[in-house]
């Protein structure tokens, strides 16, 4: 028996579901492809039948046929449906083989025949990952249970292990982090950071004096009733900061810190590259400058010198608010088309609607869960949530956070302190220490859609959020708080803690083991929604044209649309339930889901369910002319930062 040779490959290259590891395993000197031919080609042979077994079983050997043609010594080595065979040939790699039968004429697609291994969850040292029920009360005993297995007490914890055995993040892989900057000198951060740039205006607010420059270092976001004083139109409608918050750097922390390096932290995505931008100086950032940090990010030309890396992935911790403009919706499809995945917290905003910009069009917004999986009392909601992750609750006996969200931080009240006297450190379970918001479940939602897209590069954003959203856990309706109701639709009066549903919180709790997973060897069934906003009445085209097979190199074969739930608007799909677009017209306002499942040339097939909401049609008014006006807004968007008892409009998590 020949030596074996093993070639491990990158994990983007996966076809099957739940494997661990990618390699092309072949005896030395053999190369060996599935290959399947198209009907047209005359090496089809009337006899062939489906045969699982050996080279015996293809009576009409077209493998072998095949590489007569091209001067190969090539056999079949089975044969695994219609017109498809595993082909072995000596003296070429699997890779080269494959590219050549790929090159055939008749050839429908030659795939490498990988060696898989199972799988298994990865646990990292990092010892803060893990609970301890002695670590001192200023720190979290719990640890990063937001990070492990979900469980009877941590019933919303995201399930990284899992994603953690397939892939641990991608360096080819950026997440652009736009917040109020990073601490490049935190060793759990410093290995993964990329050069970043500072966007802010105005160096008042960035509190540099300078604005715009090279660099994205959180130089603190504090303000002093001097500064205040002295820049009256500045800072209007701002109010005095004792504390910095170093709430980038909580961010990044939470996405991309060292992983399974025996110090500290774990994170989601400890192996992706972080771009961090500085957008939030002191009590917020315009618009115009999270736009342009957005852009640079992504690598659009806004004449500065473009990111060494761009970004695949952007997390916006940040909003206020409003309805979402046009410039940010004119930036988002831009970036859209780019394949730029945007993520947003959805606001803490006590149960009232989605903030801007994760109300936007393209957006991912991430609503707020407490351990128990209800929402959180801070949490927005609205049918604009696209599905929900932890977010840090405390208990009532002192201000003591027992289930805050651990991550990296600076030990300076106001202005950092350096890492070689002792500034970088982690956040804890004391009121001046913890941390938790809407702000810290959406970098759980960018790390996980970083992990998707180091799996599986080649996936749009609409992929991304089909995937995440397919494979999230269902809300509990029972375990918390006494008393407490289901959540309804926003309004004024807040609502505090409530049973999530679908149309409040989003698709599901994250998983982003189950998510991982699914993209590594599953097709992905992407179903676009025309127009986004339908109203009653309104003919709304369901296209599933943008649907991904479950490896380069296949193809989606097949679609069958399903109605799941006609919500009293839609009585029942009509027309060719077999193609990829489909018409659909809702009678009155409400929620309708429908189901799209698609098969792959490799046989696979998955399904997604898409629910979609439709306005009240516009009603028709005459107007006797008149004057009209808009409510003016303030210079900032603010940054959503968690630290309790500041202003309310300054949204930080509570």
Known sequence: MPALIVRCLSLFALVMLGVGSVCAQTSAGEARVIVKLKASSALVDSRERVNAASASGATSQPMRRLGQRLGLTMQDARVLGTRTHVAVAS???????????????????????????ASAAVEPNDPLYAAD????????????????????TFVSAINAPTAWGLSTGSSAITVAVLDTGVRSDHPELSGNLLTGYTMISSGVIAGN????????????????????????TVFRGCDEVATSSWHGTHVAGIIGAAFNNGVGIA???????????????????????????????????????????????????????????????????????????????????????????????????????????????????????????????????????????????????????????????????????????????????????????????????????????????????????????????????EQLECYCTTSTCGAGM?????????????????VTVTPSAPTAGQTVTLS?????????????????????????????LTGDL???????????????????????SNLQTNSSDVRITVAAAAATTTSSGGGGGGALGGPFVLGLLAWAGLAAWLRRGA
């Open 544 to 572: 599933g044209t943008g649907s991904l097979a479950s490896v380069s190199g296949a193809a989606v074969t097949g679609y069958s649309w399903s109605l799941v739930d006609g919500g009293g608007i839609v009585s029942a």
């Open 267 to 493: 994170s989601v995505a400890g192996g992706v590259k972080i771009l961090p931008v500085r957008v939030l100086g002191k009590c917020g950032g315009y618009d115009s400058d999270i736009i342009a940090g957005m852009k640079w990010a992504a690598g659009i030309d806004i004449g500065i010198t473009p990111p060494v890396q761009a970004a695949r992935v952007i997390n916006l911790s940040l909003g206020g608010t409003g309805t979402c403009s046009q410039a940010y919706t004119d930036a988002i499809t831009t970036l859209n088309q780019l394949g730029v995945v945007i993520v947003a917290s959805a606001g803490n905003s006590n149960g009232e609607a989605v903030e801007v910009p994760a109300n936007c069009t393209g957006v991912i917004a991430v609503g707020g869960l407490r351990h128990s999986g209800t929402k959180v009392g801070y949490s927005a909601v609205g049918s604009q949530v696209a599905i929900s992750a932890p977010s840090g609750n405390c208990l009532s006996d002192g201000n003591y956070c027992a289930y805050g969200i651990v991550t990296t931080t600076n030990s300076g009240t106001t202005t950092p302190v350096a890492d070689s006297a002792g500034g970088s450190t982690y956040s804890g379970a004391t009121a001046a220490t913890a941390t938790y918001g809407t702000s810290f479940s959406a970098p759980q939602v960018a790390g996980a859609a970083a992990l998707v897209l180091s799996v599986r590069p080649d996936m749009t954003p609409a992929a991304v959020l089909q995937v995440l959203q397919n494979t999230a856990r269902s809300f509990p309706t029972t375990g918390g708080t006494a008393g407490i109701g289901q959540c309804t639709a926003p309004t004024s009066t």
């Open 578 to 600: 077999t193609t990829a677009s489909l018409a659909v017209r809702p009678s009155a306002a409400g929620t309708f889901t429908v189901r799209l499942t698609v098969t792959d």
């Open 209 to 232: 004096g300078i604005g715009r420059g090279v660099g994205a270092e959180d130089l603190g976001d504090y303000l002093t009733a001097a500064e205040i004083s002295d820049n009256p």
């Open 133 to 152: 029920s002695s670590r001192p009360r200023t720190q979290v005993a719990a640890g990063q249970w937001y990070l492990r297995a979900p469980d009877t």
């Open 510 to 526: 994250l998983d982003v083991g189950a998510a991982v997973t699914a993209a590594s060897g599953l097709p992905v069934a992407v």
């Open 91 to 117: 003296g070429l790699s699997s890779a080269a083989l494959a590219a050549r039968l790929s090159a055939q004429s008749d050839v429908e697609y030659a795939v490498v025949d990988q060696w898989r291994k």
